[in-house]
C-alpha cells in the first residue's frame, strides 16, 4: 500500500506508517496538477493546511481509500466528493489545540504591547519607550467565537491574566460554556462588549464572512480583532475599512483569504497597528508529533486508518 504525504510531516508519524509496511511517498507538490499525478496511483494520502484535495484531484486518484488530514480543519479537502467516492476523510483533533492557544495569545499580548514594533526600532539603536506604550489585558473582556477545544484553552488562559471571557457559539450549551467559565452571549452582545474578539471557528457556508461591515460597526471603538482560525471569516476588505475608518484600533492575522497574501496585501498599509504571522499557528515539533494527543486516541486513529487501507 503507498501513502502519500504532501505536506510536511513529523519523522515520528512516518514511521509509525513505516513499520506498518506501507511504502511512503514523500514529496511537496509545487502545483495542483502535480499532485493529480501524484495521487493516482496511491491508496492513501496525508495532508496538512497546503494540500488542496480538490473534486479534481480526487477524480484522478485511481485507488484512493483515505485523506488523513494532520490537523483540525477539512476546509481544504472537498469532502463531499470523497464521498461520493467512498473514501474516508479524517482528521487529527486535538493535535494543533495547544499550539494554536499558544500562538492566539502571542498574537494578543504583541499587539497590545506592541511587541513587533518595538523590536525593529530597538534593533536599529533606537530608544522610544514613550512610542511603545501598551495596555494591559487584566480587567479587559475578551470574546471568543466559537467555544471548541481551542476556543476552551484561550478562556482558560484569560482568566489566568485576570479577564473577564464572554463566548459566541451556536453549537455550545450553556452548562459547557459555564463549566469553562464563559458567559454565553449572542455574537451582536459580543461585539459590542468585548476589547479584544479571537476567531476560533471552522471555515464552513455559515462562518465565511461572519465578521463584515454590519459587524465592525458593533465593536468598541479601540477594540482589536485575532485571527488565528481560518483565512475568509473576517472579511478582509471590510477589515480593511474598519481600520482606515479606526472603527477598531488593530488586528492581528494568522490566516488569509489567499495564502501567501503577497507583498502588496492592503492590510499591510496598516502594519504599525497590526501584527501578521504566515499560518504559524499549527507550527510548533509539539503539534506535529501529535505530542498533545492521548496515547489510546493516537492508537485509535492509526488502527483504523491501517484497518480502512486494509
Not at 478582509?236 to 475608518?245: Q, S, T
Amino acid at each position: 500500500m503507498r501513502v502519500l504525504i504532501s505536506d510536511k510531516l513529523a519523522q515520528e508519524g512516518i514511521e509509525v506508517l513505516q513499520k506498518e509496511g506501507f511504502e511512503i511517498i514523500n514529496e511537496q507538490p509545487s502545483s495542483q496538477e502535480e499532485l493529480c499525478e501524484l495521487i493516482k496511483d496511491v491508496e492513501a494520502i496525508i495532508i496538512r493546511s497546503g494540500t488542496k484535495v480538490t473534486a479534481e484531484v480526487i477524480s484522478r486518484a485511481q485507488k484512493l481509500k483515505v485523506i488523513g488530514r494532520a490537523g483540525v480543519g477539512l476546509d481544504n479537502v472537498d469532502v463531499e466528493a470523497a464521498s461520493r467516492r467512498g473514501i474516508i476523510v479524517m482528521n487529527a483533533p486535538g493535535g494543533n489545540t495547544i499550539a494554536t492557544c499558544e500562538h492566539t495569545w502571542a498574537m494578543i499580548l504583541a499587539l497590545k504591547r506592541n511587541i513587533a514594533r518595538a523590536h525593529p526600532s530597538i534593533t536599529c539603536g533606537e530608544w522610544k519607550r514613550s512610542q511603545f506604550m501598551g495596555k494591559e489585558v487584566y480587567g479587559k473582556v475578551l470574546g471568543i467565537i466559537g467555544l471548541g477545544r481551542i476556543g476552551r484553552e484561550v478562556a482558560k488562559r484569560a482568566i489566568a491574566f485576570g479577564m473577564k471571557v464572554i463566548g459566541y457559539d451556536p453549537y455550545i450549551t450553556e452548562e459547557v460554556a459555564a463549566k469553562a467559565e464563559v458567559k454565553l452571549v449572542s455574537l451582536e452582545e459580543l461585539l459590542r462588549e468585548a476589547d479584544i474578539i479571537t476567531v476560533h471557528t471552522p471555515l464552513t457556508n455559515d462562518t465565511r464572512y461572519l465578521i463584515s461591515d454590519r459587524e465592525f460597526s458593533l465593536m468598541k471603538k479601540g477594540a482589536k480583532i485575532i485571527n488565528c482560525a481560518r483565512g475568509g471569516i473576517i472579511d478582509e476588505r471590510a477589515l480593511y475599512r474598519a481600520l482606515k475608518e479606526e472603527k477598531i484600533s488593530g488586528a492581528a492575522l494568522d490566516v488569509y483569504e489567499n495564502e501567501p497574501p503577497g507583498g502588496d496585501f492592503p492590510l499591510f498599509e496598516f502594519k504599525d497597528r497590526c501584527v501578521f504571522t504566515p499560518h504559524l499557528g499549527a507550527s510548533t515539533k509539539e503539534a506535529l508529533s501529535l505530542i498533545h494527543i492521548s496515547e489510546p486516541t493516537r492508537l485509535g486513529m492509526i488502527s483504523y486508518a491501517v484497518f480502512c487501507l486494509k
